[in-house]
């Protein structure tokens, strides 16, 4: 088996950023929470960006210091390991208010290769 180039890990982040934006559209907090489908598919592509993370080389990790990597992982080790005491309410605001500035954060690292 041969193996996969990295930067297709970082297209795999940006198409799960895209899927968490799609999925979130304009709803409310309130709407979020409510909607366990929604959740459920956010959660599961927060997952894959961590999945996706662990795949990218050290150093090109320690290259892009703005990006919080071990932060990402944590989040993906809290999802995949805790799934029965998931804070949605961190979950929207890490969707809110956090993942605008990773998107474009990776799409730099992204398009530096």
Do not use: C
């Not at 982040?13 to 709803?27: F, R, V, W």
């Not at 805790?82 to 954060?105: A, M, S």
Request: neutral net charge.
């Amino acid at each position: 088996m041969s193996k996969r180039d990295w930067k297709l890990f970082l297209i795999d982040i940006m198409e799960s950023i895209q899927k968490i934006e799609n999925y979130i559209g304009k709803m409310s907090h309130k709407e979020f929470l409510e909607d366990s489908k929604t959740r459920d598919a956010v959660v599961r592509n927060l997952e894959i960006i961590g999945e996706a993370v662990v795949k990218i080389p050290l150093d090109v990790r320690q290259k892009y210091t703005s990006i919080p990597w071990s932060q990402i992982i944590g989040l993906r080790n809290r999802l995949i390991h805790g799934y029965f005491v998931i804070d949605y309410d961190i979950v929207w605001n890490i969707v809110k208010n956090e993942l605008p500035e990773l998107k474009r954060k990776f799409q730099e690292v992204l398009g530096d290769h």
